[in-house]
């Protein structure tokens, strides 16, 4: 292993992506925006640094040439696509314009569920090269139900056939509630690829993972094309970690959380849903995906990435946590560490903390409970804000026309 203050020819992202063959990273915005972010990024650095800042941020995703990008899919929600009407103005609201004028008769949500579509559409096609490049394996692009419909599995299900027409890499980001787990089964026995959202635990990583197992069952048995399909289960471990009722269980019984213990929380859930979906005994089909990383604990670390490094899942990063990993990770080693353990002195005191106990145990909680949980409940909440931005942009686009 080469020492801390080592100089490395290649980025921080770049070394992440091969510390396997089998890791992949995803782009955890709408591709529309990669270029304005990639040259506020240079912007804000020094003039010595410029040119190889530019140089590794176009190794990530080049708009000309997108068959051949380290990003190899995409992950979107509401509140992403509600970012790209800030960030982009002049691009996008001449297509909300046009869907405003050519559809009088839509009340504000139908047209910001227009607009969601066509910017999704809009971003989808960037990662059409590498999807027909890779024969259907990459170049995927995230497209969410409506998240204020978690156990609505009717709507949902016309939501995610709408989406699924947007384009052929689309794959479609479904709750993981109960009804939304249904969905994912419904979805995947008529060969659509799927993204299971607001996963936090264990017991929803399995529920998923055994839904898409028995929908590939039933569709394979009525003779579906896989050949334009996968499955992910994005777990938000980040989110788990930050909510309160965990740090009040934490503290009735009489452990404090610190920072260190919330990072090896999420990693530890992160790597016992990693091992059960990829225990072959199983027979599972879904691909971990880990999200929502934070830097820590303490200065120059990021153990959400570095504990996970070399495993055969997906990782999605948005603008901030990139920022934060080529900086911490400039001079710093990255080495498979997903098949150590967590220490045991950490993995005491967490499994006796109820709220992480319940999340990292198999049947810790029950699949009715999945959308009661403080981590879903304020994930929804925060995604379904979003939804109503959007409409709330298409009402001061209306005045100005």
């Keep these: 292993m080469e020492n801390e203050m080592a100089v490395y020819t290649?980025?921080?992202?770049?070394?992440?992506?091969?510390?396997?063959?089998?890791?992949?990273?995803?782009?955890?915005?709408?591709?529309?925006?990669?270029?304005?972010?990639?040259?506020?990024?240079?912007?804000?650095?020094?003039?010595?640094?410029?040119?190889?800042?530019?140089?590794?941020?176009?190794?990530?995703?080049?708009?000309?040439?997108?068959?051949?990008?380290?990003?190899?899919?995409?992950?979107?929600?509401?509140?992403?696509?509600?970012?790209?009407?800030?960030?982009?103005?002049?691009?996008?609201?001449?297509?909300?314009?046009?869907?405003?004028?050519?559809?009088?008769?839509?009340?504000?949500?139908?047209?910001?569920?227009?607009?969601?579509?066509?910017?999704?559409?809009?971003?989808?096609?960037?990662?059409?090269?590498?999807?027909?490049?890779?024969?259907?394996?990459?170049?995927?692009?995230?497209?969410?139900?409506?998240?204020?419909?978690?156990?609505?599995?009717?709507?949902?299900?016309?939501?995610?056939?709408?989406?699924?027409?947007?384009?052929?890499?689309?794959?479609?980001?479904?709750?993981?509630?109960?009804?939304?787990?249904?969905?994912?089964?419904?979805?995947?026995?008529?060969?659509?690829?799927?993204?299971?959202?607001?996963?936090?635990?264990?017991?929803?990583?399995?529920?998923?993972?055994k839904a898409v197992k028995r929908g590939h069952e039933i569709g394979s048995l009525w003779g579906v094309d896989y050949s334009q399909w996968r499955s992910v289960i994005t777990m938000m471990i980040g989110r788990f970690e930050e909510r309160q009722l965990f740090a009040e269980s934490a503290k009735e019984v009489g452990i404090e959380l610190s920072e260190e213990l919330k990072r090896w929380a999420g990693i530890a859930i992160a790597k016992k849903a990693y091992n059960i979906i990829n225990d072959p005994e199983n027979g599972y089909l879904s691909k971990l995906l880990l999200c929502s990383a934070r830097p820590g604990p303490g200065e120059g670390n990021i153990y959400h990435l570095e504990k996970v490094a070399g495993g055969n899942l997906v990782y999605t990063m948005n603008p901030e946590l990139i920022d934060d990993f080529l900086k911490i990770c400039k001079t710093k080693d990255i080495y498979s560490q997903i098949d150590e353990p967590v220490p045991a002195g950490i993995m005491e005191k967490l499994l006796k903390i109820p709220f992480f106990k319940a999340g990292y145990e198999e049947d810790g909680i029950a699949i009715e409970d999945f959308a009661g949980h403080s981590s879903f409940v304020y994930t929804r909440d925060e995604f379904s804000g979003s939804m109503k931005d959007i409409e709330d942009y298409i009402i001061v686009r209306k005045k100005k026309l």
Excluded at 98 to 106: T, Y
């Design 10 to 209: 290649k980025s921080a992202m770049q070394r992440l992506s091969e510390s396997s063959d089998d890791m992949e990273l995803w782009w955890d915005s709408s591709p529309l925006i990669f270029e304005a972010w990639a040259k506020s990024m240079v912007g804000k650095t020094t003039v010595d640094e410029k040119d190889e800042l530019e140089k590794q941020l176009r190794i990530l995703f080049d708009v000309n040439n997108p068959a051949d990008t380290l990003f190899c899919g995409v992950t979107t929600n509401p509140k992403l696509t509600r970012k790209v009407l800030d960030l982009i103005p002049d691009e996008v609201n001449p297509i909300i314009d046009e869907i405003i004028k050519g559809n009088p008769a839509k009340n504000n949500y139908q047209l910001a569920w227009k607009v969601y579509k066509a910017i999704t559409e809009k971003g989808a096609k960037l990662y059409m090269p590498l999807f027909e490049k890779s024969k259907y394996k990459m170049g995927y692009v995230s497209a969410q139900v409506d998240p204020r419909l978690v156990t609505d599995v009717r709507e949902m299900l016309r939501q995610a056939l709408e989406l699924k027409k947007v384009s052929p890499n689309i794959i479609v980001k479904c709750p993981g509630s109960k009804e939304g787990i249904y969905l994912i089964q419904i979805l995947t026995s008529i060969g659509i690829p799927t993204n299971s959202t607001l996963v936090f635990h264990v017991p929803a990583a399995i529920q998923v993972a």
